[in-house]
């Protein structure tokens, strides 16, 4: 069950350290020194090896003299390079330049960021003012609809067929901005209004979230990975929309719970304290290191119910002895990751059709085999972070069609029982279908199945 990058690690409490950086400030200190940095990380991303928020992070223990604000500028100028990739290019090239590292640096900082010629004297030469102005002056909206809105031109089509080509340039707009930072409060130790104060008094501006009981957004992206709340597990680092889908499952006290595909365990940590702490929670992943980095998180969150435990693969002998048993089960399957663009730009460029169409081919059978486990009467609800319907409810409604047994309950329904309430652009088909341009969310799609008694 081989997961893209932006599950394969617990989301970090300091953006500043790579994965999910904030906006870059204008600041006096920027500096030649700055820009060779950024030149070098974005020269190492550009080759696309290794998932983006490795290789930041990588090259950040590599130069541990950069302060907070120096890594927050470079990680968010790099990061807003592979959002606007395509169309920064065209600007390069309709200036008359070359595309280069340093011209889509340059042009980045022209034009997503606006920076006037006095801003980029440090590191700007008198002859590429001419075509930066060139490029600063070239109409993206002249430009090919694909190109326009900085998607590849076979994700472009899938999203035009999906949505309608009317809705993908506001949807690509919302995906090429960085994403919040959320929180998610560990009801075993505080609730949400308590968190609000602790943090208002250290002078952390925050709100309560929009859809999630539990969701805490920051007005910032501080450090907080050496925070007193952190450390102490009052909450942990959670997409609000991802919240969404552990209300899905909404398990009960005492009951045997699975999270078949849990990775660093983000979802099994709400799950745990949903349940009071009771019952048994099955945590499965088929790395050692994504279980590994659960660990650290189940002593934080003050959890005794969860057993990590891994497979080999979705028929592992230890799924088997299961079958039948289990009350609830969430699948949060391995999927192109596409709704995260927000977190992971990256994967626009490093995904294509054909691992898209291998990926469909993995969901439905990781569905088919956690569906063995679910005792009549019991849910199972099936969830990814991907905009694509062939992810989505193409694998549900494929699922529905060879298991007669199962049943699609709708999501407006369930979520309304826990008093959540989510305007319509949030449900298709009976199914949750979150849109960061509608909801300020990633982008997650689950669907809520439920075997006949």
């Not at 505080?190 to 709100?207: C, E, F, K, N, P």
Request: net charge positive; glycine share 6%.
């Amino acid at each position: 069950m081989t997961r893209h990058s932006s599950k394969n690690n617990a989301p970090s409490p300091s953006p500043a350290k790579g994965a999910t950086p904030g906006a870059a400030p204008r600041s006096a200190r920027f500096t030649p020194t700055l820009f060779v940095h950024a030149e070098a990380l974005l020269t190492r991303l550009l080759r696309f090896e290794h998932p983006a928020d490795a290789t930041v992070s990588h090259y950040f223990r590599e130069h541990r003299q950069l302060g907070h604000a120096d890594r927050a500028f470079i990680a968010e100028s790099v990061y807003a390079v592979l959002r606007r990739w395509r169309s920064l290019e065209a600007r390069c090239l309709a200036g008359g330049a070359r595309v280069t590292v340093r011209g889509l640096l340059l042009a980045m900082l022209a034009t997503v960021r606006g920076w006037s010629l006095r801003e980029l004297a440090p590191v700007l030469k008198e002859s590429e003012e001419p075509w930066l102005a060139a490029a600063k002056a070239c109409d993206v909206a002249t430009l090919a609809p694909a190109v326009a809105c900085d998607l590849p031109d076979w994700l472009y089509q899938q999203l035009a067929e999906n949505y309608g080509a009317a809705a993908v340039p506001e949807l690509a707009q919302a995906l090429n901005q960085a994403a919040p930072l959320d929180l998610r409060v560990n009801t075993l130790k505080t609730d949400q209004a308590a968190l609000l104060a602790a943090l208002a008094a250290d002078g952390i501006a925050a709100s309560a979230g929009r859809w999630s009981p539990l969701a805490v957004r920051l007005r910032d992206k501080p450090a907080l990975a050496k925070h007193p709340l952190f450390l102490e597990g009052h909450f942990e680092v959670q997409d609000e929309g991802s919240q969404l889908l552990a209300c899905l499952l909404a398990p009960k006290r005492g009951e045997a719970v699975v999270d078949f595909c849990a990775g660093a365990g983000g979802k099994t940590l709400l799950l745990g304290a949903q349940m009071k702490n009771t019952g048994r929670l099955y945590a499965f992943d088929v790395s050692d290191r994504r279980l590994a980095n659960m660990k650290p998180r189940l002593a934080r969150s003050g959890l005794s119910n969860v057993h990590p435990i891994r497979i080999e693969h979705e028929r592992d002998t230890r799924v088997k002895r299961l079958a039948g048993k289990i009350d609830r089960v969430l699948v949060d399957a391995p999927c192109s990751g596409l709704g995260t663009l927000r977190r992971n730009p990256d994967l626009k460029w490093r995904q294509a059709p054909q691992s898209v169409s291998e990926l469909t081919a993995k969901q439905a059978a990781i569905l088919a085999a956690a569906a063995t486990l679910v005792r009549p009467g019991g849910r199972l609800v099936y969830a990814t972070c991907s905009l694509l319907t062939v992810e989505n409810f193409g694998v549900v409604e494929a699922f529905l069609a060879a298991h007669p047994d199962f049943v699609l309950l709708p999501a407006s329904d369930v979520l309304a029982k826990q008093q959540i309430e989510l305007p319509g652009t949030a449900l298709s088909a009976d199914c949750l279908q979150l849109l960061p341009q509608h909801h300020d969310t990633d982008g997650f799609f689950a669907a809520v199945l439920e075997r006949r008694a």
